[in-house]
Each structure stands twice: as structure tokens, then as C-alpha cells.
Nanobody, 120 residues
């Protein structure tokens, strides 16, 4: 059974940095895409950043230039380095990993989330 476990959330002052990590356990699968999402209170979950097995990345406009996503394919981990944090970055952050079945069907797995609070 695949489990994604996030860590690294917490309270940080505006302008500060945090590094989130997500580790996939119980899996020998190769995840084609790994992502980070955020969900602010009362709002829908939204995509923050994605990274493919080859290392190709994409970012939401709101975090571009401030956040960096990276992954270790051998360890099945994905990190999110968050710099220059703003109060509006406050949210629960979720890791998502997607693999393709032999038939090409995507199967997604989610972590339980880690809370990030940016406040003075």
C-alpha cells in the first residue's frame, strides 16, 4: 500500500523560508509526476508545483521565483523549498504522486497534508 508522508510545515515569519518534504513508502512504483498542492482555509485545493521523472518543472504564477520543487527518483521523495514566504502562502500543503498503469491509466496518491502558517 502506497503512503505519502509530508513533513516540514510550521510557523514562519513573512520573508522566511521553509522546506517541505514528502516521502513515498510501500511502493516500488515509478511516479511519473509528483506535485505539491495547497489548500487555504475555506478555499479549494490548488496546484503549486509539479515535477516529472525527467526533472521538468512547472509552477503556479503566485509562487514562481520563490518556490523550488525537486525530487529524488531513487528515494521516491519530493521536496518544496519555499522562500520569501508571504501571509497569503498560509495553507495546508499536500503532496501528490501519480503513476501510470501498464494500460496508461493514471493512478494518484495523496499525502495527509502539512500546515504552513506565515505570520508575524
Amino acid at each position: 500500500q502506497v503512503q505519502l508522508v509530508e513533513s516540514g510545515g510550521g510557523l514562519v515569519q513573512p520573508g522566511g523560508s521553509l522546506r517541505l518534504s514528502c516521502a513515498a513508502s510501500g511502493s516500488a512504483f515509478r511516479f511519473n509526476v509528483m506535485c505539491w498542492y495547497l489548500q487555504a482555509p475555506g478555499k479549494q485545493r490548488e496546484l503549486v508545483a509539479t515535477i516529472t521523472t525527467a526533472g521538468s518543472t512547472n509552477y503556479a504564477a503566485s509562487v514562481k521565483g520563490r518556490f523550488t520543487i525537486s525530487r529524488d527518483n531513487a528515494k521516491n521523495t519530493v521536496d518544496l523549498q519555499m522562500n520569501s514566504l508571504k501571509p497569503e502562502d498560509t495553507a495546508d500543503y499536500y503532496c501528490k504522486a501519480t503513476r501510470l498503469t501498464s494500460g496508461g491509466t493514471p493512478v494518484a496518491y495523496w499525502g495527509q497534508g502539512t500546515q504552513v502558517t506565515v505570520s508575524s
